[in-house]
């Protein structure tokens, strides 16, 4: 729930499901939540840069199969996001940095969004910003 104040303290409108529609059908998949129109799979990270990349490739994989689905919501998706609460002590520059080169060839809308614990910092990039990064190091 902690999660969820970080973001909608910045004004974001987030929908929940129920635990009990997520539990009624054994092999339905549902997203963690819907944040301002956008599916959003939501992942903690601790440890090294590599296991940042393989949450977000997971939540990012969830989030596209999960557009194919029928959600029950009002209104269609946006697109498909990922939120990571992040416990390590990772610079900003090297989480940008590994996000774009997982980012490398996929066409999809969305936003990486990454709250950095131990500095309290909460920051967001949409996909297209953090893939015209790749090559300009």
């Known amino acids: 729930m902690s ?31 819907v ?10 990270v601790s440890g090294t840069i590599k296991t940042l990349g393989l949450e977000f490739k997971r939540g990012y994989k969830q989030g596209q199969s999960l557009l194919t689905t029928n959600l029950p919501v009002n209104y269609p998706p946006q697109g ?18 590994k996000i774009a080169g997982e980012l ?5 809308e969305g936003r990486f969004i990454c709250f ?3 500095s ?10 953090l893939r015209a990064i790749i090559g300009k190091r």
């Open 3 to 33: 999660q969820v104040r970080i973001l909608t303290d910045k004004g974001s409108v987030a929908f929940f499901l129920p635990e009990s529609e997520k539990d009624g059908e054994p092999n339905k998949r549902y997203p963690d939540m």
């Open 35 to 44: 944040l301002d129109g956008t599916i959003l799979e939501i992942k903690s």
């Open 80 to 97: 498909h996001s990922v939120y990571i609460q992040l416990t390590s002590n990772l610079k900003i520059e090297a989480v940008k940095a």
């Open 104 to 108: 490398k060839n996929r066409l999809d």
């Open 116 to 118: 950095f614990e131990q």
């Open 120 to 129: 309290g910092e909460l920051y967001s990039w949409t996909y297209s910003e």
